[in-house]
């Protein structure tokens, strides 16, 4: 039953994108279908320009095209993201000049949110949208569009196709997943397979995807079915002799039923799936763990390039006199999506320790930020605020602002960063 509250997944690309959503942790997670009765979940992520001004989206902007000769708007994710090269594109050739690509985004995303067939009233609580590639400047620029296109969503994330396999693997029954999942991606350019790999040699369990590139499935036309078939079926009896749980495939490369004696060659190794909407379901598992707690996070952490491989703290002394650790930054999470601020009262000496775990490697380290720029006050007089954000996975920034100690010492409005390499540890 639903407790007021939504969140939604989106599988955006430049070609198309999907959205699932959830309405409460007993509801299960849906994928919105452009067709009643028929699972196509694909919406084309292009827009047209009508002669009013007004911009439709999806297949009505792809029917406006094709019936009255508009030019159709492709790649609107990397138009917002790389606007030089479009506007450089667009201006030499004969086509729409798109002035504003972020907001172009923005609507079409907004537009998307509305398309599931659920009450209007719930409570948009978080939006994860997970991307092929994650350049660096793709979360805050999808952040800030769907910000702006509605701000009532008070969430949003960002997170790899990577992740998005993780969590919609974890959030099957677990003889699916313990010992490995395989995803086989075929699309017109690409041949990717990736293993889910868990280890739980630690507390909490590390899991991470491997990919390797597999060209050699891109040679053949779609009329040379059997020849396809046959190379498909080495690559997996190869990668099935490591015991694997279960077989994801998915991707518009696998239309045309050309990959049957493939697939019997899997099933009689373990069980297999074929679905078009698996990066948009992880998606929005990753939101309802998030949101509805269900708990995969205290005893799974997920790494790629971009989750920090540290816990970040400050050593400092409690109401008592002990000595501890209050922890800042976890492990786990995204560089990008990684902010905390603290608030401390720094000693006479004008010292601090930051502290530095790894969760991979067991190291700590203690690093020594020396405040002889701050007033010399007395003891605890001298409160700063600690900023804690990420430049890259391996660099850490820490912003130190003086607050001062109430009307007794005012700020003196000093603020100071402190980089720190993450590297090595």
Partial sequence: MSDGRVVFGIDLRDDITQISYC????????TYSVSSGIELFSIPTEAVKLPDGEWCFGDE??????????????????????KSYYRDRDSSEDSVVVSNPEKLLGDFLSFVTYLPDIPGDLEVVEVVVT???MKPNIPSVITRVLRRSRDDIKSVRCISHDESF?????????????HGVLLYKFNKDVFLEKRLIISTDSIPAVAKVETVEHPEMLIYSDNEGSEKDEVFGEIAETALEEKTSSVCVTGSGFDGGWAKGTYKLMCRKTRVFQGQNLFTKGACYAASESIFMLNIQKH????????????????AFD??????V????????SWYDSRAQKDVLIGEDREMFVVLHSVSSRNERNTLLRLDWLPERPEHCSRV??????????????????????SFFRSSGIVREECLDLDGM
């Fill in 23 to 30: 309405t409460g942790p007993e509801e299960g997670v849906r």
């Fill in 61 to 82: 902007a792809r029917e406006m095209s094709n019936i009255h000769g508009l030019p159709l708007v492709t790649d609107l994710l990397s138009r917002a993201v790389d």
């Fill in 131 to 133: 991307v092929e590639e």
């Fill in 166 to 178: 993780f969590y919609y693997s974890l959030n099957q029954p677990i003889d699916l997943w313990q």
């Fill in 300 to 315: 799974y952490i997920f790494f790629d390039e971009n989750k920090l491989r540290v816990n970040v703290g400050i050593r």
């Fill in 319 to 324: 109401n008592t006199g002990c000595e501890k």
């Fill in 326 to 333: 209050i922890w800042a930054v976890d492990a786990g999470n």
């Fill in 385 to 406: 605020r600690m900023e804690f954000f990420f430049k890259s996975v391996s660099e850490l920034i820490i912003r130190i602002s003086d607050l001062g100690f109430g």
